[in-house]
């Protein structure tokens, strides 16, 4: 857990990769500068330090305002943290407080978290627990690609099959009856393509 510490504004380093935001709302950050300006104290900010460097993590609405409040420092929960921590912090930042995430924040947070390899072993359940989405919004974003490469890998085959003499389709009424057709090429080897589609996803590391 993090001290609470006065930090000088200067002292604070902006980085996109810590920010799970799309976008800075100015009439949130307005509310803010005007209760700061109140006198109202407000939560302190998150912070990482990363090798040395002080890196905001959540707060980044407050940290605006307080800039344009001329303020010289700010309050600030600091953390020592890897890069890797302060990313999941960063995406799971706001999940139940200040301004509500926009379905565009949430899908930032989901690809923030998913370009890390400390998210490789961990479920679609367990990614969405640590930042505050629904385990089927982490698989939509997880899996959008391979079912992308699986589609056009699939039309890729169909192209071949159709545009070529080296290939001969061969038809029995079991493939027929269940939707399905077997390719003999000029080599012999037989191929399925409904069984193609399965291997590809489910052992994506057959994709070159």
Known sequence: MGKTKTIPLTDLTEDTRFQSRTRTDDVTVADYKEAMMSGIMLP????????????????????????ECGLDSIQAVVEEMSVDDAVWAAASANRAHGLRRSNAD???????????????????????????????????HRHRDDDQVVDEVVQH????????????????????????????????????????????????????
């Open 157 to 208: 085959d169909d192209a071949e099959d159709d545009g070529g003499d080296d290939v001969v389709a061969e038809h029995d009424d079991n493939n027929t009856a269940q939707g399905t057709h077997t390719h003999r090429n000029t080599d012999g080897h037989y191929r399925g393509g409904a069984v193609r589609r399965q291997e590809i996803r489910h052992y994506p590391h057959m994709i070159m």
């Open 44 to 67: 302190p900010i998150n912070v990482a330090v990363v090798e040395g460097t002080i890196y905001i993590v959540d707060g980044w609405h407050r940290y605006r305002a307080a800039k």
């Open 106 to 140: 949430k899908v930032r947070s989901v690809e923030m978290v998913l370009a890390l390899a400390s998210a490789e072993m961990l479920s679609d359940r367990e990614v969405a627990r640590k930042i505050g989405v629904s385990h089927e919004f982490v698989r939509q």
